[in-house]
């Protein structure tokens, strides 16, 4: 991670990966070198041993104010497609390891699309999501109309996409679009010790939990629960496997190490 970065911040603290957006004078908003910056860390994360859990924040007064409109305010649709910059937004989703969101200020369209990559969200009691795509007379196109309503369901995400209105912190609390809210300046703190708590859980365990509860979201419940089950015999061909029940056994702590 000796790698400088231009618009994040990037550090390891035990084993918590940090990426931090960094682009304060614009409030985050995210330019195409900024997606490459996010996923190629991620990813890294993703395959470096040490790191078993990734926070994802932003810094100054905004998790991210939207995709850069100055960069896309004069694009073509073929220009666009050429680019094909989503396939890069969408490895994303093919991170193993649980991403833990912290929001401060705006997530907003592209910025509220990245936020709903995470699979916790914690946010500060000023956080403010919305998908304002609409008053600039395009729409979502990270996954915001599926994520969003896969999320809170059909009525209440047609009504927030179609208005573009923002909901405050508490309002995505009572949706269930995040998993916490939190003080200002405890932001940080609180996601850091929610990463570290479920980073001393069996990597493997994670691995598995996460894959099998994304599923759930795309799967019929059949194919979910078979799913679901390869995961749990997978599992026992793991050491940490042994290693848990034989601890629960011997009345200690386990060790786990990932394999
Ligand atoms: N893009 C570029 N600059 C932005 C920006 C943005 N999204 N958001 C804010 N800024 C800039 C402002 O222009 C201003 O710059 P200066 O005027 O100082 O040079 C600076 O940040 C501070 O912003 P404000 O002065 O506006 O601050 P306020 O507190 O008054 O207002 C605000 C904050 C967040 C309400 C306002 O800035 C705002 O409405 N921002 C735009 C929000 C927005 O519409 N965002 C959605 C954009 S569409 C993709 C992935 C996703 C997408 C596209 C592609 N790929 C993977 C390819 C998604 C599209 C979108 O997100």
């Known amino acids: 991670m000796s790698r400088t970065y231009e618009y994040i911040e990037v550090s390891i603290e035990g084993a ?20 490459t910056e996010i996923v190629t860390v991620i990813e890294e994360f993703d395959r470096d041993d040490e790191v078993k859990v990734i926070v994802l924040s932003g810094k100054g007064r905004a998790f991210a104010a939207g995709a850069d409109i100055d960069e ?16 890069e937004w969408d490895r994303l989703a093919w991170v193993k390891k649980p991403i833990v969101g912290a929001v401060q200020g ?25 998908f304002p795509e609409i008053s600039l007379g395009v729409m979502p196109g990270a996954g915001g109309t599926q994520r969003l309503t896969k999320l809170m369901g059909k009525s209440k995400a047609m009504e927030w996409l179609l208005t573009g209105d923002r909901m405050s912190a508490d309002e995505a609390l009572h949706h269930g679009v995040i998993n916490r809210v939190v003080a200002k300046e405890l932001l940080m703190e609180e996601t850091m010790k929610f990463a570290r708590k479920i980073g001393k859980q069996a990597p493997l365990s994670l691995r598995l939990i996460k894959e ?14 078979q799913f679901e089950r390869k995961n749990f015999y997978l599992l026992f061909a793991s050491k940490d496997q042994k290693e848990g029940m034989r601890a629960f056994k011997e009345k200690r702590k386990p060790n786990f190490e990932g394999e």
């Open 72 to 87: 896309m305010a004069e694009a073509t649709a073929i220009e666009l497609e050429l680019l094909n910059q989503f396939t």
């Open 212 to 225: 099998s509860v994304h599923k759930a979201v795309d799967y019929p419940i059949y194919e979910g629960m």
């Open 106 to 130: 705006f997530a907003l369209g592209g910025g509220f699309e990245l936020a709903l990559c995470c699979d916790i969200l914690f946010a500060a009691h000023d956080a403010e999501f919305g």
């Open 16 to 35: 918590i990966g940090v990426v931090m957006l960094n682009r304060q004078k614009v409030l985050n908003a995210i330019n195409r070198p900024m997606v």
